[in-house]
């Protein structure tokens, strides 16, 4: 542990985030983690410097990233593929849906995991939960080899692609997700921050579009991120995007939100602007 201290998460060159923070934790493995502390925003797990989630509003991603998909399948899921997600907050939001019978995740860090049982186990789900199969493998490699139509929900909590979650955003990766994604399926993936990052949105965009008949871009501020983070949600068939078949409820999502997620600023219509069918 350490004195209080002002730490910065850079963004660009001339701007980035200042908290004042204590430093819990530090280690470099597939990526540098950092555990912080501060008095307003709880424990903040960082990423090679980039603030990942907060103790205080961690629930707003990963409420919005477990029950957006949800709503959008015909009957409850039985059977999720988890991509990531190391920290288990996922884990935690999809074990409060009794239909979920198995649930398969593949983290690629397993000091990722290791150190958010350590320090965020509070808002972990349950690993000894016999449904679940928590697999320490990239996500590309183990979905290669997933049956056919194997998965109701594809959730990716991945990081950005830098370093060891490339492979998360490539043409293969999208096949592959597809191929295991049942008829009824959806597939529900982060990219990043359009505003300060366009390019991972402007890039990754024509390659799932390329494979997924139907391809929705979703958003929702996070206060800690300071900015709105946006999804990528695919289906084989198309949806009714707005009106919730399924009206699970968390502490944030409410069905009545799904008019709201779906409705992208023009600003980024004009980052993706050689596609605009969002």
């Known amino acids: 542990m350490t004195g209080y201290f002002w730490w910065k998460e850079k963004i660009f060159k001339d701007f980035g985030h200042a908290y004042k923070v204590e430093l819990v934790f530090e280690e470099k493995n597939l990526q540098k983690i950092q555990i912080f502390k501060n008095s307003f925003w709880g424990y903040i797990f960082v990423l090679d410097g980039i603030v990942q989630f907060?103790?205080?509003?961690?629930?707003?991603?990963?409420?919005?990233i477990?029950?957006?998909?949800?709503?959008?399948?015909?009957?409850?899921?039985?059977?999720?593929?988890?991509i990531g997600g190391g920290?288990?907050?996922?884990?935690?939001?999809?074990?409060k849906i009794p239909s979920i019978k198995e649930i398969l995740q593949f983290e690629i860090d397993v000091l990722v995991f290791e150190i958010s049982q350590k320090?965020?186990?509070?808002?972990?789900?349950?690993?000894?939960?016999?449904?679940?199969s928590f697999i320490i493998k990239d996500g590309l490699e183990g979905l290669k080899e997933c049956n056919s139509e194997q998965f109701d929900l594809i959730i990716v909590d991945c990081t950005d692609p830098i370093g060891p979650a490339k492979t998360l955003y490539t043409l293969d990766f999208y096949k592959y997700a597809l191929k295991a994604l049942k008829w009824?399926?959806?597939?529900?993936?982060?990219?990043s921050l359009p505003i300060y990052f366009p390019n991972i949105i402007k890039n990754s965009y024509p390659l799932i579009k390329s494979i997924f008949p139907e391809v929705k871009i979703a958003r929702v501020f996070v206060p800690s991120y300071g900015e709105e983070i946006a999804f990528f949600i695919g289906a084989k068939k198309p949806k009714d995007w707005l009106k919730p078949k399924q009206t699970f409820k968390g502490k944030f999502y409410y069905p009545e939100l799904n008019p709201y997620y779906f409705s992208i600023?023009?600003?980024?219509?004009?980052?993706?602007?050689?596609f605009q069918e969002v």
Do not use: A
């Not at 477990?66 to 988890?82: A, F, G, Q, W």
């Not at 320090?119 to 679940?132: A, E, I, Q, T």
């Not at 009824?184 to 990219?191: A, K, L, M, P, T």
């Open 265 to 274: 600023p023009n600003t980024w219509i004009q980052i993706i602007s050689n």
């Open 119 to 132: 320090y965020f186990f509070k808002l972990s789900g349950n690993y000894k939960d016999p449904k679940v």
């Open 184 to 191: 009824d399926g959806i597939f529900i993936q982060q990219v």
């Open 66 to 82: 477990v029950y957006l998909p949800t709503s959008l399948l015909n009957s409850s899921p039985e059977k999720v593929l988890i």
């Open 87 to 95: 920290d288990g907050g996922v884990l935690r939001e999809l074990q």
């Open 54 to 64: 907060t103790e205080r509003d961690e629930f707003i991603y990963h409420e919005s």
